[in-house]
């Protein structure tokens, strides 16, 4: 392992990010979140990539939350520029036009159960603890948890698991789907090479729209985000060029190759 805040391997376009301050159980501070940013920016520029899997160095955490020691003394206006500079970061996880994966090895606790809710997949080890303590600290999820959360489990477990800050473990985080799929703890990189096969056995482009449709159709109503499905779906068709210049507008594309379609 490097001495990098971030450990970056790649291996057949699949990259692997190791959060790496196991000190600290790789608590997100604001040097490891900055230089987080930094590498998604560079992945945001390939067109080569298959996947990207997030995981924690050391067997002990994934990411034991936001850094403690760092947030406790600051002002409103600091804990403000320090939220928002994590939550632009994790918001380029759910945009990177690949499957994201978080390996889930041990704490995943605050942020950095915030920082799994904004991946695309989690796998946990049998051993792994969730849980948001922050009103244990008498403050509030800050990196997206109670925005993420709730999309993710549904808001009355969300209010549970928020107002409570009980952890818990990687079987409840499987039954709430809080987690994907719960592996022993040495089979982690087994399931994720498995499961990153599957990736790059399907269509690069299908996965990215599919992608896009289910993030950006759940933040629009119905009748828009089914526009927007129906875009996704005509682009990848063999009348591609044609159905391009429609996309700018969700609403306007669908209608458009609806009446091409029936013609
Ligand atoms: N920030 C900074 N340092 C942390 C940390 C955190 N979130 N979590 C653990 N550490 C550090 C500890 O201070 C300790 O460092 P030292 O060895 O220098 O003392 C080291 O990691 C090991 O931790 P412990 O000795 O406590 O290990 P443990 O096995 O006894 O307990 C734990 C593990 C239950 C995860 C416990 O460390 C813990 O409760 N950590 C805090 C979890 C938490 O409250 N997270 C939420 C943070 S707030 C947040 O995330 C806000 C937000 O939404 C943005």
Partial sequence: MSDKLIDVTEKEGVV??????PKALNALNSDLITELNKVLVELEQRSDLRAV?????GEKSFVAGADISEMRDKTPEEARVFASQ???????????PVPVVALVNGFCLGGGCELALACDWAIASDNA?????????GVIPGFGGTQRLPRRVGSA???DLITTGRKIDAAEALRIGLVNRVVPAGELDAVAEELTQQFAGNGRQAIRSAKQAIYDGMDQDLDSALALETSLFALALPVKNKVK???????SASRIFESAWYD
């Fill in 53 to 57: 899997l997030i995981t924690g160095a």
């Fill in 129 to 137: 603890i969730f849980g948001q303590p922050e009103v244990g600290l």
């Fill in 86 to 96: 994590a939550l632009t970061t994790v918001k380029r996880i759910e945009h990177l």
């Fill in 157 to 159: 477990l969300a209010l």
């Fill in 16 to 21: 692997r990010l190791t959060l790496n301050r």
């Fill in 245 to 251: 210049a429609w996309a700018r507008s969700s609403r």
